[in-house]
């Protein structure tokens, strides 16, 4: 069966935006409403002629338990589930309580992971991407998922480890 990348992280970082850019198409639904994707969203991906299934993740809005517990949660199954994660952070906003949490969570799976640094539209937001070396998750990669910048030296680290 094929590989597994889980795409997590808090909500509205831009992981839907990154899922559509790896697909090439658009199939995530993104949308300035944080928590608009289901759990989690199945896709069947390739790059350099290795296809593998991309797994978007979503439905970390607050609820009753609050945003933290949701993040564990959701977390937690998506590294159960998948052979890989790409962990989606802000560079903008920086690492938060949450973020931490998460790489807690991380650390802990084992898992191979993939430390995003999102919304690095133009050089300038090197240096944001640059402070996320603090997680201790190594390097960051610098993307726009928006504009596409970054995403095919995310996407071969992706299949390295994969
Ligand atoms: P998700 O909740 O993590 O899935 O986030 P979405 O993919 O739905 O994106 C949330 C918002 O961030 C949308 O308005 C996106 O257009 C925007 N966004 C996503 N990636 C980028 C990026 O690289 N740069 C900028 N400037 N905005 C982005
Ligand atoms: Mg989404």
């Known amino acids: 069966s094929l590989p597994v990348l889980a795409v997590i992280g808090r909500p509205n970082v831009g992981k839907s935006t990154l899922v559509n850019r790896i697909l090439g198409r658009r199939e995530a639904v993104v949308q300035d409403v944080p928590g608009v994707t289901r759990d989690r969203v199945r896709y069947t991906a390739e790059w350099a ?37 790409m962990f989606v952070v802000d560079a903008a906003v920086g690492a938060t309580d949450t973020d931490e949490r998460v790489v807690r969570i991380l650390r802990k ?19 944001d991407a640059a402070a996320l070396w603090n997680l201790g998750l190594g390097e960051p990669f610098a993307t726009s998922a928006l504009h596409g910048r970054g995403s095919g030296d995310l996407l071969d680290a992706a299949l390295a480890i994969l």
């Open 49 to 85: 002629g290795r296809p593998f299934v991309l797994v978007d993740t979503g439905g970390w809005e607050h609820d009753a338990r609050g945003l933290h517990a949701r993040v564990a949660e959701q977390a937690e199954i998506a590294v159960e589930l998948a052979d890989a994660v």
């Open 109 to 127: 799976s084992g898992k191979p992971v993939l430390l995003v640094a999102n919304k690095v539209d133009d050089a300038r937001g090197e240096a």
